[in-house]
């Protein structure tokens, strides 16, 4: 990757349908969703933060952001974490999608020179919560948050968007498990996988 980026792993959700904090949640072999994303992913990075609400680091190098509004919603995370990178450009993900590949988000990252965000879309559907986001996205969430709109996608009609479709993702995750989110308990046995 010839850019400097920084990892943003958003882990400030409320977890309802699983019952506990999706960031806690442990693998069969040892350590949390939330190191095992942290750990496979930071080396492309230039820094990683994690965002949310009263959150503890997973180890060295990684930097907690708090979430700058009461509300909760992935929208907030990302604006926090924009507003605290060090770099022009990042890359999001949701801590409970364990399961991406590093070469899928090389890919999404090598496609966002020019644009606010660079959004894959899968099954008709934006995944905004595994997408690339430059600083100069930050005016548009700002307004949609001041307008007290929470929804993620909601400011994407004032950004310079580019999407990428299945046909191109799958040429780097042919069955598209990069977008596999655990949001419910009978999906833990997923994490034996990792």
Known sequence: MSEAATLIILAGGESKRMGRPKHQLSKPRGGTVLDH??????????????????????????????DLHLARSPLVGIYSGLLAAKTELSFVIACDMPFVRSSLVEHILSQSRDV???????????????????????????????????????????LNLRTILEEELRCFDEELVSFTNLNVPRQ???LAQL
């Open 37 to 66: 994303l942290a750990s496979g992913l930071s080396p492309l990075f230039t820094e990683t933060l994690i965002v949310g609400r009263n959150l503890l680091s997973p180890g060295d190098g990684v930097r907690v952001v708090e």
């Open 116 to 158: 606010d965000a660079c959004v894959p879309i899968v099954n008709g559907y934006y995944e905004p919560l595994c997408a690339a986001y430059r600083r100069t996205a930050i005016p548009a969430i700002a307004a949609t948050i001041a307008r007290g709109v929470f929804k993620v996608t909601a400011p994407y009609k004032d």
């Open 188 to 190: 833990l046995e997923l």
